[in-house]
Structures are given as structure tokens and as C-alpha cells.
């Protein structure tokens, strides 16, 4: 079962807490007050798949384009995100993402 909370690096095994197959979210901000979150699906595939990653590496498939094309190492020329740990941050859960989502509406109704 995949954490309910976003992924954090400190507490987790190298591959932080990440489930092949399940669905996070890269929540990133549209402000610096973290106030207007901008949202984008992915699936997670795997990390270090490749021989050419000088660091530990994250891949994610667009949930879009997995749902239309299915999971990207198993075709060619799909596209992938890559993520080192520098911005693993940016990818949560869906426990993690309604979270931040409270937390922005909280910033926003205080402004």
C-alpha cells in the first residue's frame, strides 16, 4: 500500500516510499506565498533504469499518457519524467496533495 502523505526522503528506504504502478501528484506553485498550487498526474515506473543516470533517478509517466498508451517501458519512444532526489519533494500522494490543498486554501483566506 503506498504512503498516505507526501513522500519524505528522511524516513524512507533509498527508494523513498515509492510504489511501482500507483499515482502521485508534482505539486508545484503558481506563487511563492503558496497559495495557488498547480497539479499534474503521474504514474511511478521505477528508478535507475539506465546506465547513463550519474545519481539515483525516479522515472513517472504521465497519467495521461500511461492511460492512453500504458506504461512507457514496455514501448518505445513514450515520454517520462525523471526526478532526482533534489525534487522528489514536489511529488505527494493523494492523502499528501489534499493536504496541501487545505493548507493553500488556509494561505489564501488569510491574505
Known amino acids: 500500500m503506498p504512503s498516505l502523505t507526501p513522500i519524505n526522503p ?12 500507483e499515482v502521485y501528484f508534482r505539486l508545484t506553485w503558481a506563487d511563492v506565498k503558496l497559495r495557488y498550487p498547480v497539479i499534474e498526474s503521474f504514474v511511478y515506473l521505477g528508478m535507475n533504469f539506465s546506465k547513463d543516470d550519474l545519481t ?4 513517472f509517466q504521465s497519467a495521461i499518457d500511461f492511460a492512453s498508451y500504458g506504461n512507457a517501458m514496455e514501448s ?9 532526489e533534489g525534487n522528489l519533494q514536489d ?21
Open 10 to 21: 528522511s524516513q524512507s528506504s533509498n527508494n523513498y516510499g515509492f510504489v511501482q504502478g
Open 76 to 84: 518505445f519512444g513514450r515520454p517520462i519524467s525523471c526526478a532526482t
Open 56 to 59: 539515483d533517478t525516479w522515472y
Open 91 to 111: 511529488f505527494v500522494t493523494a492523502e499528501g496533495l489534499k493536504l496541501e490543498i487545505d493548507e493553500a486554501a488556509k494561505r489564501r483566506s488569510t491574505a
